[in-house]
């Protein structure tokens, strides 16, 4: 079993940046891959970001290219979204997910949320214009 705890969610006005946390606790030696997914009132859960934990290959929506930045401190236990020029469409519940399954140590982890188990409680991030 593994838990994931997210923070450091909040308002921003936009252009701003947040850095979101994801701790994890329990078998996270069975980790394989983890990453951001969020969810916007009335909308489906989208992927954000997605990190390989073994050979740290990243993943990212075409939408956050070039602003946003997955990253992990292994010693830690603990993922990271650095969130930079933040827009009001960036407005969402943002939560961590780890995917359990047998994965290269060189590929990808794609970014669909149904290839991952388990779940945060997520972590609001608010965007003004």
């Known amino acids: 079993q593994v838990q994931l705890v997210e923070s450091g969610g909040g308002s921003v006005q936009a252009g701003g940046s947040l850095r979101l946390s994801c701790a994890a606790f329990?078998?996270?030696?069975?980790?394989?891959?983890m990453g951001w997914f969020r969810q916007a009132p009335g909308k489906e859960r989208e992927g954000v970001a997605t990190i390989n934990t073994g050979g740290g290959s990243t993943y990212y929506a075409d939408s956050v290219k070039g602003r946003f930045t997955i990253s992990q401190d292994n010693a830690k236990n603990t993922l990271y979204l650095q969130m930079n020029s933040l827009k009001p469409e960036d407005t969402a519940m943002y939560y961590c997910a780890a995917d359990l399954r047998l994965k290269r140590y060189d590929s990808d982890c794609g970014i669909l949320p149904a290839d991952f188990g388990y779940w945060g409680q997520g972590t609001q991030v608010t965007v003004s214009s």
């Open positions: 329990g078998y996270t030696y069975s980790i394989y891959c």
